[in-house]
Structures are given as structure tokens and as C-alpha cells.
């Protein structure tokens, strides 16, 4: 990271926003805003949170004893925008709208393009995202899903990923966009992607169904026996959405989304919790041999990221059923923070150009 440059970045998440200011190549400060549930209760939309984000993330950088007067960016979590090809955008007028309207849907991350601009602006400098959920840099093969009017679509971990194969790349000492690798993260969600010269051109829609199943969500499943549970179980849509995506995975097997509570189950005895939890390696493993498939072989590494890459067990499960295919390296944990600095930085230093988020519509059709 660059020495001279000073950059603060903000992450929202649905409970709190994560704050950290970067300088001397180093992070000055980081802190996480924690967000009480009746706190946010009385906005009906997310987008109405934005006054009240700020005002606690220019107190939080107060309270560490620093001023907004050195900054050279504000850059902030990626949201819901139109699918773009992967990249540092300058926030614009019309992503500050998308934003605000929820193109794709309602989500914290949207607070980040929104409250890096208000922060920006009055300074004078530039507001960034990075690499936002909706990176869309599929090939058209990948595009296919059997029902014309149900194509496949990518939303993924792609700041974390991308920030993971950039790090995987330097230890080799080439570039990113000269490698090939097969990125698993593994966190509420899991989503593996096959990454290609700087591109994701492939990867399950792990919010939606794809892939395999995660803490807290059912992955693939038949769609027959998804049709016959919509109309033959008399649950609602919502109830059985809630099956899928909050209420599937671990949390159906075995009554929990945490990994360590798992872990010490097993620690105790409990094989029952062990088969779940290896079946959840197994599946994982599975995708990232369907992504080595995708990149025809010639794969750089494997790279593990994600919470779960801290336990180590799953580690090694998945590590013995894929090591054939390439090196495994695991980069346990999340980098979204840095992702985030990074980002704007290559665009400040002039190693990279910022995107138009106008151009990236385009570019992802």
C-alpha cells in the first residue's frame, strides 16, 4: 500500500459498520460501530440509515484522534448496483441512485457508495467501491442454466475473493492477471469461483441456491423436489425461502450456524456433527473439482479463505480430496478492509484506472 496516500474505508453490515483509516502504508486505526436492533428499527428502508451511519463514522474517526483534513479518498463497500465487471468505480450519480433504490435488492453493503460520497465530497476528494457482490464477469457458456428465462447469475464474495488471489499471486510473484486459480470462500455462505487471468468466469450464486451447502444455507438441491415442497407442504414462500437461504445448512442439520460450536461437539464426541460437517467439506471439495473442470486443468492453486478456513479440520478434508489438482494455500479469515484501501489506491497511485460505472453496465452485458 502506498506510503504517502491516506484512505478511509467503510464496510455497513446489517448489525454494523466497520471503520478504518489507512496511512504510512499501514492501517491507523480500526473499529467496528455496532448497531443496536432498535437503533435501525425505526428506518423502514435501509437507505434511510445513511445520516445516521455517517454521523457515528465521523465519530468513530474522531474519537481515535484523527481528522478528515489528510484524507486523499473514502471508499466503501460495494452494494446491490447493476452486475459490473470487477474493479475500483468512482461513485457516480447514477450508482448513488441504484444504491439508494435497491436495483438488486436492499441490503447494508448499499450504505457503503453512499456514505463514502457524502464523506467525499465536501473534502474535494474521490469516493470508490471495490470489487462489489455483484461482479459479473461470467463467460457466456457459464451463462446457461437449462431454462431460458432462469439464467445463471453471479453474486459472490468478490472483494474478499479477489483481495485473496491478488495476495496468492504476489507469494508467487507474478500478477493476478497472469494466474489461474480456484478461490473457496467459506463463510454463512460459500462460493467458489474459478478465476482466469484476472477474471471470475464462473461461480455458484451462493446466495441463491448454488453449490454447496454453508452454515446457514441449503446449496443446490433437486429442482422437482423443491417444486413438490412449494406446493405441497403448505408453507409459505417466505418460509421456505427462509429453508434455503438462513435455515438451511448446518443450521437444518444440526441447530447452529457456528463453526466452533460444531467444532467442540465433535471435540466431545458427537459423530453425528462430524459427518454434517465433513459432508459440508465433501461438497465444497466437489465445486472446487467443477471449477478446476472450468479453467481446463491448468490451475495456479487452490486458494481457502473465509471464517471456516480457520478450523482445521475442514481445511484438511477439503485439502486431501483436492490436492491433486494444485497447490492448496489457505488465507484463513476475511481482507475486506484492506481489499477496500487497496483498492482506492491503485487507482490514486496510478496502477490502475478507476472504472465508470456507466462503462461497467455495459461491459457486463
Not at 457456528?258 to 459440508?280: L, Q, S
Not at 486431501?320 to 487497496?342: D, Q
Amino acid at each position: 500500500m502506498d506510503e504517502e496516500l491516506q484512505v478511509l474505508a467503510i464496510n455497513p453490515g446489517s448489525t454494523s459498520t466497520k471503520v478504518a483509516l489507512f496511512g504510512a502504508g499501514t492501517v491507523l486505526f480500526e473499529t467496528t460501530v455496532n448497531h443496536p436492533h432498535e437503533e435501525l428499527a425505526q428506518y423502514e428502508h435501509i437507505g434511510e440509515q445513511l445520516q445516521l451511519r455517517k454521523a457515528q463514522v465521523l465519530s468513530a474517526v474522531s474519537s481515535a484522534g484523527y481528522g478528515l483534513d489528510g484524507l486523499h479518498a473514502v471508499v466503501g463497500r460495494g452494494g446491490l448496483t447493476h452486475p459490473v465487471p470487477g474493479g475500483t468505480y468512482l461513485v457516480c450519480d447514477r450508482m448513488l441512485e441504484d444504491l439508494r433504490q435497491g436495483v438488486l435488492g436492499e441490503h447494508a453493503s448499499n450504505l457503503g457508495g453512499l456514505i463514502a460520497r457524502s464523506i467525499a465530497d465536501p473534502l474535494h476528494i474521490p469516493s470508490f467501491i471495490v470489487d462489489p457482490v455483484v461482479v459479473d464477469e461470467l463467460e457466456p457458456l457459464a451463462r446457461y442454466s437449462g431454462i431460458p428465462e432462469l439464467p445463471r447469475t453471479s453474486i459472490f464474495h468478490a472483494l474478499n475473493q479477489k483481495a485473496v488471489a491478488r495476495r496468492a499471486a504476489e507469494t508467487l510473484g507474478r500478477a493476478y492477471e497472469d494466474c489461474r486459480f480456484v478461490v473457496a470462500h467459506l463463510g454463512g455462505g460459500i462460493t467458489v469461483a474459478a478465476h482466469r487471468r484476472g477474471r471470475v468466469i464462473d461461480v455458484n450464486d451462493g446466495l441463491n441456491g448454488e453449490g454447496p451447502f454453508s452454515p446457514e444455507r441449503s446449496g443446490g438441491l433437486a429442482a422437482l423436489k423443491i417444486v413438490k415442497l412449494c406446493f405441497g407442504s403448505g408453507m409459505s414462500q417466505a418460509q421456505i425461502s427462509r429453508r434455503i437461504k438462513g435455515n438451511g445448512g448446518l443450521v437444518a442439520y444440526l441447530g447452529t450456524n457456528d463453526g466452533r460450536e460444531v467444532a467442540a461437539r465433535i471435540a466431545a464426541g458427537d459423530r453425528g456433527a462430524a459427518e454434517v460437517y465433513e459432508a459440508m467439506a465433501y461438497q465444497v471439495a466437489k465445486e472446487i473439482g467443477a471449477m478446476a473442470a472450468v479453467l481446463e486443468g491448468e490451475v495456479d492453486a487452490v486458494l481457502i479463505t473465509g471464517g471456516l478456513a480457520h478450523d482445521r479440520k475442514v481445511c484438511d478434508w477439503i485439502e486431501k480430496r483436492v490436492a491433486f489438482i494444485a497447490p492448496v494455500h489457505f488465507f484463513p479469515g476475511e481482507y475486506e478492509m484492506t481489499a477496500l484501501a487497496e483498492g482506492a489506491c491503485r487507482v490514486l497511485n496510478g496502477s490502475e484506472t478507476a472504472r465508470s460505472y456507466l462503462d461497467g453496465l455495459e461491459g457486463a452485458l
